[in-house]
């Protein structure tokens, strides 16, 4: 065991605050780290403040990771001591399904180990997060950082990166395709960058008239203010896919009509249930799909940072000292971020919390 410093929440109502604990000592299939770098997802929030009804504390938050192996057990083949890692939202899965089997890890059928917030499937350890200093993993589930990729700014790819480029590639968008992203945010700008990259025309949908300027620095090749009635009259039966970041309920039914007669409207921010009530005329009339994605597999997050390399896409980051991580919670649930706050982990040495 090792001991590990942090900053972990302790209840719904008080702050981040720091935290020791222990790490396991590695197994033979595990890969222990120095955390470099660690991405701050709204998950996380939802997490510190229970806003699903499954955190357990002390939890640790952070599933956008960045670091370097420090060591590796006897039966790591494939990264020794000095590599540049990175480390994604989950960290086991059953391994035997037929969703693991197919790649598709994020799919397992018995539910795939959190990166913070599960139990250890081999020990039954609680799992805690990348606000730390050091973390131990399972060879399969570490990423290798390509050469020439920004480590400060990848973090964010292993989350709202892989969320935006799954379904892209799941769906087969690709030159020729007409896509439009809903919502500008930490997912929707990476959506804009993927969805470019891989060819797309892409028409960024936003409630602000404000974000017309921020969505084309970002690649958008169009943009239409979902407030106005005109415009959205305007691209009716356009679009081959919709990629919808938003988190929060909104009526989907505006966007089912932007999409041509066999469109997809993938969801990849919503959780809750859709309100207002989809209007069935709007799928069944056109063959349109109402479709959502998750994450992606850890062989499709390779390729992701593969990709990003070769393009030189990087999420746009505020880089951040870990003591100002709960004014970070605070500006994150007023959207004063763009687009992603990442925490420089040599900031929990330099605070005295290691």
């Known amino acids: 065991m090792s001991q590990a410093s942090a900053y972990a929440a302790y209840s719904t109502d008080t702050p981040l605050a720091p935290f020791t604990f222990q790490r396991r000592e590695p197994r033979p299939d595990d890969v222990a780290i120095d955390i470099l770098y660690c991405g701050v997802c709204h998950s996380d929030l939802h997490f510190a403040r229970n806003d699903w009804g499954m955190t357990r504390y002390p939890i640790v938050p952070g599933h956008e990771i960045v670091g370097r192996v420090t060591a590796v057990g006897s039966e790591v083949t494939r990264f020794q001591a000095g590599d540049l890692i990175g480390v994604g939202c989950m960290v086991d899965s059953c391994r035997e399904c037929q969703a693991c089997k197919d790649g598709v890890e994020q799919f397992c059928l018995e539910g795939f180990t959190m990166t913070y917030g599960s139990d250890d499937r081999q020990d039954g350890t609680f799992t805690q997060g990348g606000y730390s200093d050091s973390i131990v993993v399972s060879e399969h589930f570490v990423l290798r950082m390509p050469e020439g990729i920004d480590l400060a700014s990848a973090g964010p790819i292993l989350c709202a990166g892989i969320t935006t480029y799954s379904p892209l590639k799941h769906y087969g968008v690709k030159a020729g395709h007409k ?129 990003c390399a070769e393009h030189g896409i990087t999420c746009d980051v505020e880089m951040l000292d870990i003591k100002n991580i709960n004014e970070a919670y605070e500006r994150m649930e007023k959207g004063d971020v763009r687009y992603r706050f990442v925490i420089d982990m040599a900031t929990l040495k330099e605070n005295g919390a290691s």
Not at 246 to 261: F, R
Not at 279 to 303: H, M, P, W
Request: glycine share 10%.
């Open 179 to 307: 896509i439009g992203v809903i919502g500008m945010g930490g997912l929707g700008h990476m959506g804009v960058k993927l969805a470019k990259a891989l060819g797309a025309e892409v028409t960024v949908f936003t409630r602000s008239a404000s974000k017309v300027d921020e969505a084309k620095r970002n690649g958008a090749d169009h943009v239409v203010v979902s407030t106005d009635a005109a415009q959205m009259e305007a691209v009716a039966e356009t679009f081959d896919f919709m990629l919808d970041t938003v988190p929060v309920q909104h009526d989907l039914n505006p966007y089912l009509a932007s999409l041509k007669y066999d469109g997809t409207h993938i969801l990849v921010g919503l959780l809750d249930p859709i309100e207002p009530a989809i209007e069935a005329f709007n799928l069944v009339f056109k063959r349109r799909v109402l479709a959502g994605s998750l994450i992606g597999g850890i062989e499709e997050t390779q390729e992701l940072l593969d990709f």
